[in-house]
Each structure stands twice: as C-alpha cells, then as structure tokens.
C-alpha cells in the first residue's frame, strides 16, 4: 500500500508538533523532525532523520535463527554476522530454541530470553511477523527481515507485508526489508582516504558495480539494501547519509518509491548539505515499471514526473550501472570547479576533436583559449597544431619536459575549470610518462584532471598504478561516461551554489483564495468552463469578460454589456471538448448573429443529449501566444503542474514541462526554458514578444491552488492559456476542473 508506513507516521507526528509546539522525538526509535513546520495542508516541510549510527554500528545484535550446521542457508549468513560483529565491536547474541552455542558463542533460547539490551535484531526466519511481535517488549531498536514472498508476489504478499509493517509500527522499532539480504553487513576498506561513497539500492546485486570501487581507490562508507520497505526506506537512509561527514556522494540504485513526498524531502535536506546524490531510477518504459513492480512490489510513478521531481531537486539521474559507478566517484571526490572551462588535451587531432564534438553537443563549455594563452603553449607545441581548444600537442613533446608544461599552463588559465585527456590506447613509454604528468599535475592543483583510458585490456601499468593509484584524478573507461559525469559535476556545483529549497517557498498558510474556491468545489464531479472559470478568479487569474445565459434574447444583451465581436459556447459538466462538436462560435459581431448563434448551439447540445447550464458569451481576446497550464494528481507526488503550449499543439507536440510543488518564481521560469517551443514566447515572424512575466504568475497562482485544494482538485485544465503582448497579462480563454 503506498505510503502507509510514512503516511501514519507523518499524521502522528504533525499532530504532536502542532500539538505541543515543540521538537518531538516520535515514538518510533530515532526520528526528529522541525517542530511546527508543515505546510499549508498540514504535510511536514523537512525530512525525519533517522538516527541510524546503532544500525550500522551496534553494540549488540542478536541473531534470530543462528545456525553453524553446515550446508545450511543461515549457517553461511551466521558466519558472516560474527565476522562483521568482530569488525565493528559489536556483541554477537545467537538466538536458537534448541542450541546452547553456535561457533562456540553462548546462544540463548528465546527473545525473551535475551538479558541485556539489543540494538539490532537479524531475523533468519520464514515468518517474521511472530518474532517482531515478541521484539516489541524488548525495545529492540532495529531489525533486519531478510524474508522474501510480501508485496513483490502480489496482493496476498502485499496484505502480508502491510500486517509486518502494522507491527512495525506499534513495536516502536525499525525495521530493515523484507525480502533484503546481507549487504549491510559487507567488508569495507579501511585503508583508503578520502570523501566516500553512501550506497542505497533496493536489489543488492545492482549495488555491486559501485561496491568494487574499493578495488580501483574510491572509498565506500555504507551500503544500505532496502528491499521491499516495509518500514525503513530509500529516503530514510538518503536523509541519514546526507548529514555524515565522510560521504561525498550518495548512489542510489531505485525501483520504486514508497512514498514521493518523503523522497523529495530527502533529496531536500541532501541539497542544502551540498551532497551530491546519483540515482539510477528503473521504470522507464512499462516493461521496465512492471518488472521492477515484481521485483519490489513499489509504485515506479509516472517517470516523466519522477524525473521533473528528481531534477527539481538537484538528484542527478543516470541509465546505467556504469553511469552510478563512475559519477558518483567523480563527484565524491572532486573538489568545487573554480571555472566551468573544459580543456580537452590530447596527442592526437582526431582524438581532440571526437571528443570536443561529444562534450560539446552534451552542454559542456570548451572555452576557446585566450590568443596569449595559445602564444604560450606554441613554445612548447609546433605552431601548425590547433592549441585553441581542443589542445592537439601532436604527441612527440608528451615524451619529455614539456608535457608537464603544458599541462600546467592549460591549468593555469582561469577560465579552465576542467581539464581532460583523452588517451585512446597504450604507447609506452610516452603514455607512461603522459600518465605520470597528469597526475604530478593533478597533484599541484585545485582544479579536476580527468583521464579517459581507452584500452581494452587496462591491465597497464599506467592505468593500474599511475591513474588508479592517485586520488585527484579521475579516471574512466569510455568517452560518454567521462563527459556525462563532468556536466553533472559541473551542474551539481551550479545548482546548489544558489539552491533555495523549494519547501522553504511552500505556503504555511491558506491564502483568502482558498476559502471562496472551496465554496466552488463539487467533489466527484466534473465542472463547466463556467464554473472553472469562477475557481480561476478566485485565485487571481484573469478571464475574458463574459456572461452565462440561458435564452437568445439574454444572449443578445450580454453581447451588448460584454462588447462586440463575442465568442459563444455551450457550457455544461459533461463538455470537456466543444470544438469537436460545433458548440463554440467564434468572432460574432451582431444581434442576429448571436441570436443564431444560441439557436444552433442549443440545437447541437438537444440533438447530443448533452445538459447545459447555459450559453457563455464571452469577450473575444485578442492574439497571442497559446498556452496550456495544468494540474493533475501522481500517485506518487500528489499534485503536479504543467505548462506547455497549448491550443491543438499540445496533443501534437506534447511540449510541456513538469513540477511537483511546491516551487517558487525561478524553477516556474526553469519549466519554460525547457519548452522546445520557448521560442514562441520572444516573437517570431515579427509577432511581439509575449508577457512571460504574466505567464509565470499563472503558473504560480496555479501551483497555489494545487497545494491548497489538494484533497479537492484532481484536474486542472486551462486550454488556452492567451498570453498577450509583453505588458498586456494572460487570459484563461477555457478550463476544466474535475474535482476529486
């Protein structure tokens, strides 16, 4: 069920801090939160942390099930808990009806039997349920239930899996799983320095590619394998991960989330930290969602809207293993770029310019380099190689004293935040000394060296020792991945350098709107344009002047009040497209007209069998550019907003952009840069430039009433949305609402 955990618990928790005014410590072991802060509708506006250093680094386990009889499943799985309690100087407890030791540790019969307390409880068992039941009178603080056949399996396994969680929630503890394994409880390095790499997945063996970054020098600090999250979730441990001092980076491998909301909460509190966080998000395609549904029995969520929110929030989203592996190693470990230049160097032209053209067409910035920068570098480089960027030195001075000059001078122009090298294949001993130089120089400097090592074979000593051997520089494999985690490097740093969270833009309180809006709803039912219409004024969005009518004669006169030419329409519940049947009529200038005008309409609605609640006469709106602003409800973020363009180019392009709110005044501007046809907006064709100004505060009143009528709007549909000349505002020409 989604959210259900999180969901009780948020309830519970808003209510005692509003309650008491205070900073709680909620019943459930380890969680804070922000005393008093929630939102307009009452959601909590800071991520719960749990404190989760007992679950990683105990001072007692007990292992429910211990085992040392050989050929046995637990047995394996026992033998690796006493390792890795030898490892963190933990006590070790085995649990076992009818033992008296396993691996010559005492055991103890029963959880009632256990004597001292116990900050995580392994359980080896079928059945959870009975044993976390049990847990609960001996305030264990957390639990691992490696169990499998919950949610993944299906309804039965779903309703099984809510009664685990059920029991979670009223033991007081925290729960790890079901259907997990022992990743958690893996042998780290300890020999190696430096920031690292937190690792969170929901299937263990997609976590291995980022686990062996040990063997190439990167450090990992935690690896947490959720599974199923009947309890403990991606966001807990994302929230965890982002206040620790050792982690650079945190890498996520998700297939679904339990809850959006608490997801972007996390992402939040990683954001004003400034941790880097590199997801991997499944369910791209439907094949995909339905695959990874199986596999954890968790919503995937609508992936353009996951992928809106994940931007939103700074997560850097990657397709493949690779991709996690080798970002998240880059932006754990790099410092912040002093200049967003990138210098690609190189012994070969063709190889310069391969690569210029991939990093260009990503989004990178290959600065062209000054005229007395590339003076300096033709000392060293023959005059007739390109030095503007790409540097091509040609290959032979790469062997001696002037490959570090160079190196160094390209490093020293301030505009060269980045400095790349690709190196296609071996060809010692001048890429031996090639190697060297760049990482003495990488040595020397602030500023982020990267190697692309394109041998097949890497089994080079240059590779090997040389390039892995050093931690300022970064080195890859493949052109894409190189280019694709540099841009999120550098996005990464631009993005939380002026990062406003968007939660501390959220309303704490309604707005006068809200109360004559409410008074407009009809739940579970669809309202006219008319009536979607008055819920757009009452949040400050302008509409033509118009009048609903209900004879010809009464046409007539709001014709004269409104002012000729006019647009008719029949307007009725049940009309969501007019156009398509005849019921509007456009640019009428004369009595006779309209009165024709509300025969024909009226005729057309008869002969349907569509009920009206009138004839709206309207203002006819002068030319501009056609929008669509919108709301609709993901199952997983709850209220999203759209804008793109509108009018029948919204079914035809599809050029629209996502938020989830809330959001301020600069990501509502975000959203139309990423239109394909923002150009409309500035004028094209001698058409004037549009009022964005107007058009954004549309799309901000219009997140407003999606936040405030939350539990009353399923659907909102301003179709066109006439935005005029710059100066003349937007006006909402139709809408649709469908109240939930």
Known sequence: MLGSTHGTFTTDLRARVVACGETPRDAVHGVTAVAGDVDVSGRPLHAPVPDLDRFFRPESVAVIGASDTEGRPNTGITRQLLAWAERVGARLVPVHPTRTSVFGVDCVPSVGALTEPVDLAVLLVADPLPVIEELAETKVRFAVAFASGFAETGETGAAAQERLAAAVRRSGLRLLGPNTNLNAFERFRDDLEGPAVALITQSGHQGRPVFTLQELG????????????????????????????????????????KDGRSFLLAADRAARHGVPVVAVKVGRTETGARTAASHTGKLTGADRVVDAAMRQYGVIRVDGLDQLQDTSALLARARRPQADGVVVYSISGGTGAHFADLATAAGLELPTLHQAKQDELHQWIPEYLNVANPVDNGGHPVGDWRGRKIIDAILADPSVGVLICPITGPFPPMSDKLAQDLVDAAEATDKLVCVVWGSPVGTEAAYRETLLGSSRVATFRTFSNCIGAVKAYLDHHRFTSSYR????????????SL???????RPGRRLSEHAAKQLLRAYGIRVPREQLVTSAAAAVRAAGLVGYPVVMKASGAQLAHKTELGLVKVGLTSASQVRDAYRELTDIARFEGIDLDGILVCQMVGRGVEMVVGVTHDALFGPTVTVGLGGVLVEVLNDTAVRVPPFGEHEARSMLGELRGRALLDGVRGAPPADVDALVEVVLRVQRMALELDGDLAELDINPLMVLPRGQGAVALDALAVCR
């Open 501 to 512: 969270s968007p939660f501390d833009e959220a309303p704490r309180t309604p707005s006068p």
């Open 218 to 257: 990167v450090r990992l600090s935690h690896w947490a394998p959720t599974g199923n999250e009947a309890d403990l979730e991606t966001a807990d441990f994302l929230s965890y991960f982002a206040g620790r001092p050792e982690v650079g980076a945190i890498a996520c491998y998700v297939e679904g989330l």
């Open 515 to 521: 109360r004559k809006a409410q008074a407009l709803v």
